[in-house]
């Protein structure tokens, strides 16, 4: 139970929440979208995470009559116990004022009934703005959202289906709902380290999301993890139509001195380790994955130890 | 290390010969050959140009503008293939008298001429024009290919639409070829659109029949699949994603698909972290394994070109040895096959 998350994905009718939330966790590619229809009431659905985490994920359909009943007859089953509130606003939305209002009551419900929540505000098809507009058109809207959340704190996020920028958000959402993220990340460290690595990169198997990483070797492009993770989340959605029932991917890519090598870690992550040290061999790395197996599977129990010491004593 | 077991080899390094003693008839003319691009306006011409070798997205070329005079452009893409693709732009018609065009110029020094259909446009109307094409051109030079591309055929919605079509063109057009006792042209047609992969393997297609060591290639994946057990095998131009030769195994769309898909993953990866070193290095190569017992492996063999093969249900502790010894001597193969073409060339100047 301690491990359930429920997430309230919330915004205006069209304003893209069925889409990504079927890109992130449903194998949709971006032109899938194009046939949704609006969702009536809310769409509930469970995403195993890591093994012991479940997202309990309600996409909360946008159309005016559902938001009135999430506001007030339904407010304390909408709003209770959430631990993030994503809420969407496209940024061609023309009355932005009007989502703001939207916005602004959800707070309101969420201060009382979950006030420990985090809020993320996602400004959606940022495809939409030309290129060298988008930076200016987000933050307008970001220093307005910030504005008008306070005194509770919002994080945003431009996104848009048609690149990477979704997977950053959603990586961002994610790392802050994994329990033990900190434990991950120093045996990952440790495991960079040893390995001599250049970064290694920890995915979530499902989604592709990065859960962690640990970067030992300064790199210029700070957008790489999530186009990594759109990357090969990309190619497994086209493998899947040859390879059936595709479950686990291995992928070894060497050019010279560099060393790319991604392989299933845990049932729930899979490992990209990227070497350039010409002393560190392709065959040391799928060792050294091997043995870090064990260990990494260990961690992911680790936070379902108390359950089972405390769990129901009939078991 | 694997074990490699001696009978399994490909071909012992003695044994490369048999492919080099093929007599291998180079291009004739010391001018680039072109390959020729026509239809009328709208058609596709230039998004096909743009997507496959400029790497434009297909949505990108709905901001395309309609082209206004001839476009060349080089496709130095490898090196197999030396070619110039031409597009005639569809508001200029080569048989008006207003438009100064020199035919006998034009088809002279050309391998191919790919007439584009906008099937999501009134097809019939498309077709004089190309009779007129085929008719001028064919007494000027009989080798010429012609290639016909149903186009856009992401606007039908059903595969038996595309097939309609693609009957309903072919009699008509063999139908009219006959009344002007032309029969013995004839024409390829391919259902195309840049929005799948189609588009790329008609282009393979188109390309493959205008490289003159196409048996020996094909006759060199046709071994090394047969001794390595390999399923499909295709000699890649990495940078467009033509493959310039398969074995003789069926077409097969979905199997494009995958390799196309991993060449991409692979070329995506690789420049995320192979900043500032040289992109062209020849010593690329990867192995990509799904469910534990589909494998892909792709290794480059010269600057342009990447063998990719893909197998299933082979152990690939056991093969990947095999494999590596064979792709090995396929690259040293080439080199063979690609050496005469120079020597030839060279022994033509002289
Ligand atoms: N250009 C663009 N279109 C998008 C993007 N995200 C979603 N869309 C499109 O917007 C339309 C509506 O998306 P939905 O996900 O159904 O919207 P929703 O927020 O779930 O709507 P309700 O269920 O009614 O609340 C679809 O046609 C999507 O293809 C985006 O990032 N860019
Ligand atoms: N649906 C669809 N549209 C396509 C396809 N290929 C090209 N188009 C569209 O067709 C339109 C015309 O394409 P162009 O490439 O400019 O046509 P063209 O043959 O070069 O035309 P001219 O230069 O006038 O001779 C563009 O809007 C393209 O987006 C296709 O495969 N499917
Ligand atoms: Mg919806
Ligand atoms: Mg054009």
């Known amino acids: ?315 | 290390m694997a074990e490699i077991n001696p009978p399994e080899l490909f071909i012992g390094s003695d044994a490369i010969q048999p492919f080099s003693q093929e007599p291998v008839s180079m291009a004739e003319q010391e001018a680039k050959p072109q390959i020729i691009l026509m239809g009328l306006r709208r058609c596709g011409k230039s998004s096909i140009a743009q997507v496959v070798f400029n790497k434009i997205t297909p949505n990108g070329t709905v901001l395309l503008e309609s082209t206004t005079k001839i476009e060349f452009t080089d496709i130095e893409t490898n090196t197999f293939l030396h070619y110039e693709l031409v597009e005639i732009p569809g508001q200029m018609d080569i048989f008006e008298s207003t438009v100064p065009m020199n035919h006998e110029g034009l088809f002279s020094n050309c391998d191919a001429v790919i007439y584009i259909i906008d099937c999501s446009d009134s097809y019939e109307s498309a077709l004089p024009y190309l009779y007129q094409i085929v008719t001028c051109a064919h007494k000027i030079n009989p080798k010429i290919r012609f290639e016909v591309f149903i186009h856009k055929t992401d606007v039908l919605r059903q595969d038996g639409d595309k097939l309609a079509i693609r009957r309903s063109i072919y009699y008509k057009v063999t139908r009219d070829l006959q009344d002007s006792c032309l029969e013995a042209v004839k024409l390829h047609f391919y259902l195309t659109s840049i929005y799948d992969y189609s588009i790329f393997e008609a282009l393979s297609s188109v390309v493959q029949k205008l490289i003159p060591e196409l048996p020996t290639l094909e006759n060199m994946l046709n071994l090394l699949n047969q001794k390595c057990r390999i399923e499909k095998s295709y000699l890649f131009d990495l940078h467009s994603k033509i493959y310039i030769a398969t074995d003789s195994t069926p077409l097969d769309i979905a199997m494009y698909a995958l390799v196309s898909d991993m060449i991409d993953t692979v070329l995506d990866l690789a420049n995320i972290y192979d900043s500032g070193s040289d992109a062209k290095d020849a010593n690329l190569s990867s192995t990509f394994e799904l469910n534990n017992k589909s494998f892909l492996f792709l290794k480059k063999v010269n600057q342009y070109l990447a063998l990719v093969v893909f197998m299933t249900g082979e152990d690939l502790q056991e093969t990947s040895g095999l494999i590596e010894y064979n792709f090995y001597l396929f690259k040293k193969a080439l080199e063979n096959v690609f050496e005469i073409r120079t020597r030839k060339s060279k022994e033509k100047l002289l």
């Open chain 1, 1 to 315: 139970m301690g491990n359930k998350k429920k997430v309230l994905l919330m915004g205006k009718s069209g304003a893209g929440k069925t889409s990504m939330r079927s890109i992130i966790f449903a194998n949709y590619v971006a032109r899938d979208t194009r046939r949704l229809g609006p969702t009536m009431n809310v769409e509930h659905s469970y995403i195993r995470f890591l093994g012991t985490m479940v997202l309990n994920l309600w996409d909360c359909g946008g159309q005016p009559n559902y938001f009135d009943n999430y506001i007030t007859p339904q407010r304390e089953q909408i709003f209770k116990g959430a631990e993030v509130l994503i809420f969407v606003i496209s940024v061609e939305t023309k009355e932005l004022q009007d989502d703001l209002r939207l916005y602004q009551s959800c707070l309101e419900a969420l201060a009382h009934l979950s006030p420990e929540a985090k809020i993320v505000c996602l400004i959606s098809k940022m495809d939409l703005i030309a290129d060298e507009k988008r930076e200016q058109e987000f933050s307008v809207r970001e220093s307005e959202i910030k504005r008008r959340s306070l005194p509770l704190k919002v994080t945003c996020y431009p996104t848009s289906i048609w690149d990477e920028s979704l997977y950053k958000a959603w990586s961002s959402i994610i790392y802050s709902l994994v329990p033990n993220i900190a434990k991950f990340e120093s045996s990952l460290n440790m495991f960079a380290d040893i390995m001599r690595a250049d970064e290694v990169l920890l995915f979530e198997k499902a989604t592709y999301l990065i859960i962690a990483h640990s970067v030992r070797r300064k790199h210029p492009d700070g957008h790489r993890f999530e186009k990594i993770s759109n990357i090969i989340k990309q190619f497994k959605l086209n493998a899947s139509r040859y390879v059936a029932n595709l479950h686990t991917m291995r992928m070894e890519i060497i050019n010279g001195d560099l060393k790319i090598l991604l392989d299933m870690l845990t049932p729930n992550t899979a490992i990209m380790v990227v070497i350039t040290d010409p002393l560190v061999y392709p065959a040391a790395i799928s060792l050294n994955i091997q043995t870090a197996r064990k260990h990494f599977e260990m961690l992911e129990k680790l936070d379902r130890a108390p359950a089972m010491q405390f769990g129901d004593p009939k078991v």
